[in-house]
Structure formats: structure tokens, C-alpha cells
């Protein structure tokens, strides 16, 4: 499986092919979705571009995806966009209209609050594990581990020469992540790396404007489609030569 994240934390200074208005989130992730995007994950903005979990915005973003596609559609719900843990859970119990699924980082305060309402809504949880954090520890204790949908195993390190070896450490500290499925992948400079090892342990994975702005080769991408495209490529070569000595 291989999500596409269109759009992250990413501003118009990042260059064109970024998309952040609902037209334009929809139309990029119809060509995700057509070049083999099996999910789609966003960060829904108001019409300045500010990131927001208000139920007015998720919905016209989310309405606007699912009119493009029929995967699942997943949502972020950051501290960045709403640093307040009691408004953050507020703004997602006012959701009218619920995503499929929506990722919280468990290293964030009030992240237990969050996937406990998520869950009360009945929308899948990724649990956002980031390396360098104390979230796989947080994970490890919760009571909730064991229902959310998949962990989200997100590595940090930029360094393209590292990145590898910081994934097999957070997968190492996930243990058996209370037995869920676990997307493994990096950002920027390890976005490949970690991607083309998710596909040797068999991963799923994801990648996206959000996490990379380059291709395998260091060119500039083109759109999330082109990205998504190389990532099948390089996941599915990868997993060719599957590696079970990590987990």
C-alpha cells in the first residue's frame, strides 16, 4: 500500500505543483489516486492558507477529495493546527463530515484525547509515531494502541545517509506495535531511503509533496502523481529483496 500525502505543512514559496486549495488538493489527488495511490492523506487549509481542523474546512476538503476519488481519505490533526489540546479535540468533535481516517502524533499533548474522540466518531487513527521522540514509548502504554487502525511510523532524520538505520531504531522501539499495521516512511533526504525499506520488510509506506519535493534521481518532482509513480517503482523493486532481519 502506498498512501500519497498531498500537501503537509508545505506554503506556495515550496513552488506551484503544491497543492493547497480544495480544487486543487481534489485534482492532484485524482492523478495520485491514477498513478496507484491507494489512500490519500491531507492538511486541509482555509482559503488563506492557514492549516485548520474547523469543521467548515475539513468538510469542503474532504467533500472536495471524495468527489475525485473513492479511497480512503485521511486527515492530519497537528498540534500545529490547533495547539490548544482541549480546542483540538472541540474542533474534531464538531467534524460533520468525518474523514476515513486522520493521524495523531503521540507524542503530542492531548494526542489521547484526539484518538479517543476520533474513535468515538468512528474514524480510523493512525497513531503518529515519530522517531526522536518519546511517542513509541507513549504507544507502548496506551490503552488504545490496540484499536487504532495502523501505526504511522514517521522518521525524521533528513540525512539520506542515516535515515535507514534511525527507521530500523523507531521499528525497533515499536516492538510489535500492539500487533497493528505499520506505514513506515521518511522525510526529505530519507524520504527514499526509508521508502525503498519499507519495501524490503514488506511495509506499506507513503510519499508526496509532503514529505519530499524531489525524485529517487534528486529532480525536482513534478506533482505528487509523479512521485507516487516512482515510489511504486522503488517500494515494489525493493520488496523484491525482502529484509526480515529488523523486526
Known amino acids: 500500500m502506498v498512501q500519497v500525502c498531498l500537501n503537509g505543512r508545505r506554503e506556495g514559496a515550496d513552488g506551484m505543483c503544491v497543492p493547497l486549495s480544495p480544487e486543487a488538493l481534489a485534482e492532484s489527488a485524482a492523478a495520485a489516486?491514477?498513478?496507484?495511490?491507494?489512500?490519500v492523506h491531507v492538511h486541509p487549509r482555509t482559503p488563506c492558507g492557514r492549516e485548520s481542523l474547523s469543521p467548515r474546512v475539513v468538510a469542503v476538503v474532504v467533500d472536495a477529495l471524495r468527489r475525485r476519488v473513492s479511497v480512503p481519505v485521511g486527515v492530519?490533526?497537528?498540534?500545529?493546527?490547533?495547539?490548544d489540546p482541549v480546542a483540538r479535540v472541540s474542533r474534531v468533535?464538531?467534524?460533520?463530515?468525518?474523514?476515513?481516517f486522520a493521524s495523531?502524533?503521540?507524542?503530542?499533548?492531548?494526542?489521547q484525547e484526539v484518538a479517543e474522540q476520533l474513535i468515538a466518531l468512528?474514524?480510523?487513527?493512525?497513531?503518529?509515531?515519530?522517531?526522536?521522540?518519546?511517542?513509541a514509548a507513549r504507544f507502548a502504554g496506551s490503552p488504545l494502541a490496540p484499536k487504532v487502525l495502523r501505526v504511522l511510523a514517521e522518521v525524521t532524520?533528513?540525512?539520506?545517509?542515516?535515515?535507514?538505520?534511525?527507521?530500523?531504531?523507531l521499528l525497533a522501539e515499536l516492538g510489535d506495535a500492539h500487533g497493528r499495521p505499520v506505514l513506515l516512511h521518511g522525510e526529505e533526504g530519507g524520504a527514499w531511503p526509508v521508502l525503498r525499506l519499507a519495501g524490503r520488510l514488506g511495509l506499506a509506506t507513503r510519499v508526496g509533496l509532503e514529505d519530499t519535493l524531489v525524485l529517487p534521481d534528486g529532480r525536482r518532482?513534478?506533482?505528487?502523481?509523479?512521485?507516487?509513480?516512482?515510489?511504486l517503482r522503488a517500494h515494489g523493486c525493493a520488496a523484491g529483496g525482502r529484509d526480515d532481519t529488523s523486526r
Open 33 to 39: 489516486v491514477a498513478a496507484g495511490a491507494t489512500e
Open 122 to 135: 468512528g474514524v480510523g487513527v493512525e497513531a503518529g509515531i515519530w522517531s526522536g521522540t518519546d511517542g
Open 221 to 231: 518532482a513534478r506533482s505528487n502523481a509523479e512521485l507516487v509513480v516512482a515510489a
Open 93 to 100: 468533535r464538531a467534524w460533520s463530515v468525518l474523514p476515513d
Open 104 to 111: 495523531v502524533n503521540w507524542h503530542e499533548p492531548g494526542a
Open 157 to 169: 532524520d533528513p540525512d539520506p545517509e542515516t535515515a535507514e538505520a534511525s527507521a530500523r531504531a
Open 76 to 83: 492530519t490533526t497537528g498540534a500545529w493546527a490547533e495547539p
